[in-house]
C-alpha cells in the first residue's frame, strides 16, 4: 500500500507559476512509476504527465508539453510538477497516482494508488 499526498496548489495569475509535490509513504517509492492528472469541473479527469521509477522516462500531455516539467526525488519520497506558463484552462484540481510498474503512461487505468487532490486555480 502506498499513501500519497499533494501539496502546492494555490491560486495564480496567469503566466505564473507553481510547483505541486505529491510525498509518498508506505511501500519503496523508487517500486513505482508516477504520474500527474487532472480533472477541471464537468470534465473526466485527465493524464498530464508521467515519469518512470527512474525517471530516466517521461511523457506529457500535448496541452502541457513546453510548460509543464516532471522529475522526482527518490531519496524524498517525493515527485514534482513544476508548471510554468499557466493558463486559465489548467484551472482543475490535480492528482498524483503510482503504478507498480516500471513505466507508466497516460491511462488512469494503469495507476493503482491516487492521492487525494490540489486545486489549482489560475486567474485571468
Known amino acids: 500500500q502506498v499513501q500519497l499526498v499533494e501539496s502546492g496548489g494555490g491560486l495564480v495569475q496567469v503566466g505564473g507559476s507553481l510547483r505541486l509535490s505529491c510525498a509518498a509513504s508506505?511501500?519503496?517509492?523508487?517500486?513505482?512509476?508516477m504520474g500527474w492528472f487532472r480533472q477541471a469541473p464537468g470534465k473526466e479527469r485527465e493524464f498530464v504527465a508521467a515519469?518512470?521509477?527512474?525517471?530516466?522516462?517521461?511523457s506529457f500531455a500535448d496541452s502541457v508539453k513546453g510548460r509543464f516539467t516532471i522529475s522526482r526525488d527518490n531519496a524524498k519520497n517525493t515527485v514534482y510538477l513544476q508548471m510554468n506558463s499557466l493558463k486559465p484552462e489548467d484551472t482543475a484540481v490535480y492528482y498524483c497516482a503510482g503504478a507498480s510498474t516500471r513505466y507508466s503512461g497516460s491511462s488512469h487505468y494503469e495507476y493503482d494508488y491516487w492521492g487525494q487532490g490540489t486545486q489549482v486555480t489560475v486567474s485571468s
Open positions: 515519469i518512470s521509477r527512474s525517471g530516466g522516462r517521461i
Open positions: 508506505g511501500r519503496t517509492f523508487s517500486g513505482y512509476a
